[in-house]
């Protein structure tokens, strides 16, 4: 079997393919992002491809952006989607219009090798392999509690305080750091909470709606903060 990892992370490149060497199975080359993707399994033609859903530049979704548009050119190739937390969009197309040759994994449910090697041997040989909490992620079984615990502790700040009605630039200036860092973890926020654009919504204002619905659940996730001198450390 040969296979090909996308992963930001060089450690993480460098030690699955480690692993999958240790275990007889042939890494035939790496990418550090989507972009890269293409061209070298173009070039190596390998059996599957791991990939994380995570990647530059917006850290958002696009690995499975890429094994979405990898799939249409390369229908047989096995591909198997890894990520720290749970995703819906794309994950979701994949795993309904083409199960064939698909898997979608949580890294910390990869405990060992073996859990990795017969993730591949499924994908490679046509069938699927779905993680349970991303099966009952898929069919909405999830509480709104455990939607918003999927964020970050700062994710969630940043949220509480768009609930508050700042702008990108004034939330920006309560955390006292760039804009371009309150617009990434603001893209986050939307991705884990399934938010995905859409012409007919704004997806600021439903991401709002879902933190002010979630108020009977603040005992799992706590309102933060809402001071400057909270938000920002400063007494």
């Known amino acids: 079997m040969r296979v090909v990892i996308a992963d930001d992370s060089g450690l993480l490149r460098d030690g699955i393919s480690s692993l ?86 949580l890294k910390d449910s990869v405990v060992d090798v073996d859990v990795l090697v017969s993730a591949l041997r499924t994908v490679v040989s046509g069938g699927t392999v779905l993680d349970p909490e991303v099966v009952a992620h898929l069919l909405g079984r999830q509480s709104l509690a455990e939607q918003l615990n999927r964020l970050s502790r700062r994710e969630r700040e940043v949220l509480d305080v768009m609930a508050q009605g700042l702008s990108n630039a004034a939330i920006a200036q309560r955390f006292v750091v760039d804009l371009k860092t309150i617009e990434t973890h603001i893209n986050r926020i939307f991705s884990k909470l399934d938010l995905p654009p859409s012409p007919d919504d704004n997806r600021r204002v439903r991401a709002v709606l879902t933190w002010l619905r979630a108020g009977h659940d603040r005992a799992t996730v706590p309102r933060l903060a809402a001071s400057p001198t909270a938000l920002t450390g400063r007494t």
Not at 35 to 63: N, S
Request: aromatic share 4%; hydrophobic share 50%.
């Open 20 to 105: 999958l060497t240790a275990a007889g199975i042939e890494v035939a080359g790496s990418a550090a992002d989507a972009d890269e993707l293409p061209a070298l399994v173009d070039a190596v033609a390998p059996d599957a491809a791991i990939i994380d859903i995570r990647m530059p530049p917006t850290f958002t979704h696009e690995g499975a952006r890429m094994a979405s548009q990898l799939r249409v050119v390369h229908p047989q190739l096995g591909i198997l989607l890894l990520s720290q937390s749970l995703e819906s969009r794309y994950v979701a197309d994949l795993a309904r219009s083409s199960p064939r040759h698909f898997g979608y994994l």
